[in-house]
Structure formats: C-alpha cells, structure tokens
C-alpha cells in the first residue's frame, strides 16, 4: 500500500528567504516521488521527479528535493523564495509503472510575503 | 501547441443532466488518466487508459463513463449530474512503463459547476 502526507496545509515566507515543504511517504516497495505545482486556475505543471536514479533531485524554478529512504521522507526546498512562487504544491507517489495507484498529498498553498 | 488540451474549461449545467468533457493530447503518449479535484485542492484518480484499454478504475459511480476512441484521446462523460459532481476535472497522459516514463502532462483543467 502507498500514502503520502504533505505535513503542512500551509506555508507562508518572505520573499528571499528559504522554503522547505514537508512531505513523507509510505510504500512497500520502491516508490517513485513527484512534486507537481499548481498556480491558481492552472493546471498542474512538474516541478521535479524522483525515479531512483540520484537521491537528491533538481528541478525547475531553482527547486530541488532529496528523497531520504530512511525518513521515508521527499522534502521540497528552495535557497531563495520568489513572488511568483505563490502556488499550491502536491507531492505524489506512485509505484513503477503505469498501472500503478498514484496518490496525490493533500496539497501545501505556499505564500510569499514581500 | 498545447500537449494536453481539455474542453471546455467551464461547464455549468442543471442537476440530471448528461455531459461531456473531451482531453486530447499531442505528445504521443500511450497513457492517460482522468483526475478530480475537489473544493479543498484534494486530487483523486479516476480512470486510466493505456492504448484504448481501462487499466485503473478507482471507486466512482458508473454515472462516470470514460471512452478512448484512440490512444491521443479519452473522453469523459458525466450522466444524471449531482450537485456533489462540481469540482475541477483534470485529464493527464504519460508515456507509460516504468520509472520516469511515468510521468504525466496536465491539461488546464475543466471546472464543472453543477446547480
């Protein structure tokens, strides 16, 4: 069986200033790990992806991810938050192919502060 | 071009009424999938196809029927609307297989307002 938990509904920072978005993962064999951001009445665009290849993932827009099997964990940061970084973020998980359950986080609405 | 286009983007209709939402995608993939998103942002997997065939077929009421005509489109169609039904309705597609051939492209969604 796999879940996902996105730990935080919510994040707000200041502009310039790290993000960290937590998310944790539960699966019975090896999981792959997206995270997908969604601009509001926008679809959902791929941020970056885990497929057991590197552990620690770069993405778009300056986000990067590092997945941490003994955390079970797949946490979303980013050394220097933007305006246009305001979004809601959804970790997935899903198992190796493409009949595989996906599973989507509840979501986490980062906001920037200026 | 859009890689993965759905029509319309709004749809408003009455209670009881049958409808239709239509995803198409140009990226040559093998896969694709229909998602809900609920007022909260919560997402859920509906359906998915790999070339024309039902492959995942998540809980949800057979009022929802989707239809593949061909691997580029799958088609959703909505009978006897409810209330409950008003969401936004997310079509993706993926190349299929394993690892990162699994991921998948959104289209902009299509927001389903039932009265």
């Known amino acids: 069986a796999q879940s996902v938990t996105q730990l935080d509904s919510h994040v707000s920072v200041s502009e310039g200033t790290p993000v960290l978005l937590r998310c944790n993962y539960s699966?019975?064999?090896?999981?792959?790990l997206f995270w997908y951001v969604q601009h509001p009445n926008k679809g959902l665009q791929l941020l970056l992806k885990y497929t057991s290849a590197a552990t620690l993932v770069k993405g778009i827009n300056g986000f990067e991810a590092e997945f941490k099997k003994s955390e079970t964990s797949f946490h979303l940061t980013k050394p220097s938050a933007h305006m246009s970084d305001a979004a809601e973020y959804f970790c997935?998980?899903?198992?190796?192919?493409?009949?595989?359950?996906?599973?989507f986080g509840s979501g986490t609405r980062l906001s920037i502060r200026p | 071009d859009t890689a993965v286009s759905q029509t319309p983007k709004y749809l408003v209709t009455q209670m009881g009424n049958d409808k239709s939402i239509k995803c198409e995608q140009n990226?040559?993939?093998?896969?694709m999938y229909w998602y809900k998103q609920d007022s909260k942002k919560f997402l859920k997997i509906m359906f998915s196809?790999?070339?024309?065939?039902?492959?995942i077929n998540e809980t949800v009421p057979n009022r929802f029927s989707p239809k593949s005509p061909d691997k580029a489109h799958l088609n959703l169609h909505i009978n006897s609307l409810e209330l409950g039904d008003s969401a936004v309705y997310f079509c993706a597609s993926s190349q299929g297989g394993q690892g990162a051939k699994n991921i998948q492209y959104f289209g902009a969604g299509t927001r389903l307002s039932v009265l």
């Open positions: 699966s019975s064999y090896s999981p792959s």
């Open positions: 990226l040559g993939h093998d896969t």
């Open positions: 196809y790999n070339n024309k065939e039902l492959i």
């Open positions: 997935v998980v899903s198992g190796y192919s493409s009949a595989s359950k996906i599973i």
